[in-house]
């Protein structure tokens, strides 16, 4: 299994920005999809998730409003979508994945439920 995560880049604050995250050995209809970011000093959080089953999602609550996930899966992809970046949302961004198990509409963002990680991508925020 891989996970490519890719868009991060130097954004203004309040601008957009739209990360990619292209999978590969997984199968896309099974698999719960989330958004994680670590900026420097700090431990990693879990920002949004997109469930395997409905496409239902849920988000951290600084990041409510702003950001958004969405997936496609014949092109084995999950996106973030940030918007009104602000210089706070400075981190490393890293896609995961895993197998919730059948009929499972729900997703979560604890790091524990992931089994497969992406390599991060970076984004920085000038203000």
């Known amino acids: 299994v891989q996970l490519q995560a890719s868009g991060g880049g130097l954004v203004q604050a309040g601008g957009s920005l739209r990360l990619s995250c292209v999978a590969s050995g997984l199968t896309m209809d099974d698999s719960t999809f989330g958004w994680f970011r670590q900026a420097p000093g700090k431990e990693r959080e879990g920002l949004l998730c997109i469930s395997s089953v409905g496409d239902n999602t849920f988000s951290r609550g600084s990041v409510k409003g702003r950001f958004t996930i969405s997936r496609d899966n014949p092109k084995d992809s999950v996106y973030l979508h940030m918007n009104n970046v602000k210089p706070e949302d400075a981190a490393v961004y890293f896609c995961?994945?895993?197998?919730?198990?059948?009929?499972?509409?729900?997703?979560?963002?604890?790091?524990?439920?992931?089994?497969?990680w992406g390599q991060g991508t970076q984004v920085t925020v000038s203000s």
């Open positions: 995961a994945a895993y197998y919730p198990g059948r009929g499972v509409a729900r997703c979560g963002i604890s790091q524990q439920l992931y089994d497969y």
